[in-house]
């Protein structure tokens, strides 16, 4: 396994690390070049643990030998001091380590769908945090699988995948053109559809899963289209007291992941 020092954050053996904080840029080179980034020892492990393929590291002398035994012997592992690091990426990597991935091939909508008993549809989410917690959530409460829209935030973007604490790896995802197409989708499978609603007149608390179930979620602020409402066979309402009139999504992900499953 090669070990090489670096010490010149334009040395372009170290160029997919670069400009880590220009959300724009990253997005387009990642997709073009086929890669994602992962960020810290938990997510590169879990990442590993899943089968991803591993092109690069970059990390703090401290880390690799922790890393350096999980780690395939022929990926070149490119080490630098924080404040080298600091320079390539752009940010303080607080966490002391990063990893390129190989994109795996994209899975279609009706394969994750298909024999799962629970599933969400995320429509056109804008902030990559909160997609990554909904993942986190979503594995952690044993949801089966997750649709996204074309439009929503990218699940294998860095902020994504170290949200989610590497989750995005442990649940079968695909994306759809939006949320109309993944209710139509999931439909052909059997599968109801529900949406939450703060409007609705029945109750999350009063509802109970008797038929495989996609959960919708809508983006931040607007919620759902009118057309995903449409299309979506059941709207329930999280109660909610004190004046409070909504949860945030990644916060009512959680709830209607833990009613899917219960």
């Known amino acids: 396994m090669p070990v090489v020092p670096v010490s010149d954050a334009a040395d372009p053996r170290v160029a997919h690390y670069t400009a880590l904080t220009d959300m724009d840029l990253r997005k ?9 980034m992962g960020e810290g020892e938990k997510v590169i492990r879990r990442a590993l643990d899943a089968g991803m393929q591993i092109l690069s590291a970059l990390m703090e002398p401290k880390w690799l030998p922790a890393l350096q035994p999980a780690l395939p012997t022929d990926v070149p592992i490119y080490l630098a001091p924080p404040e080298t690091l600091r320079d390539i990426t752009g940010y303080r990597v607080h966490r002391g380590a990063l990893a ?34 909904i993942f ?21 973007y860095r902020r994504s995948v170290k949200t ?13 053109p939006d949320a109309v197409h ?7 499978l059997g599968m109801r559809t529900i949406a939450l609603d703060p409007s609705a007149d029945t109750s999350l608390r009063d509802w109970r899963r008797n038929a495989p179930t996609v959960l919708l979620l809508g983006s931040e602020g607007p919620g759902l289209t ?3 409402r449409a299309a979506t066979d059941e709207l329930l309402a999280i109660p909610m007291h004190n004046g409070v009139d909504s949860l945030n999504v990644a916060m009512a992900a959680t709830v209607g992941c833990y009613a899917l499953t219960s």
């Open 28 to 36: 387009a080179t990642e997709l073009a070049e086929g890669v994602f």
């Open 182 to 188: 993944g209710v139509a989708v999931a439909r052909a």
């Open 136 to 156: 986190r959530s979503a594995a952690g409460l044993g949801v089966a699988a997750v649709l996204v829209t074309a439009r929503c935030a990218d699940p294998w």
């Open 226 to 228: 009118e057309a995903a």
């Open 100 to 133: 390129v991935f190989r994109r795996p091939t994209p899975r279609r909508p009706q394969d994750v769908l298909t024999d799962a008993q629970t599933a969400l549809l995320l429509e056109d989410l804008v902030d990559h945090a909160n997609v990554g917690s």
């Open 164 to 176: 989610s604490m590497g989750a995005v790896f442990a649940v079968p995802w695909a994306t759809v």
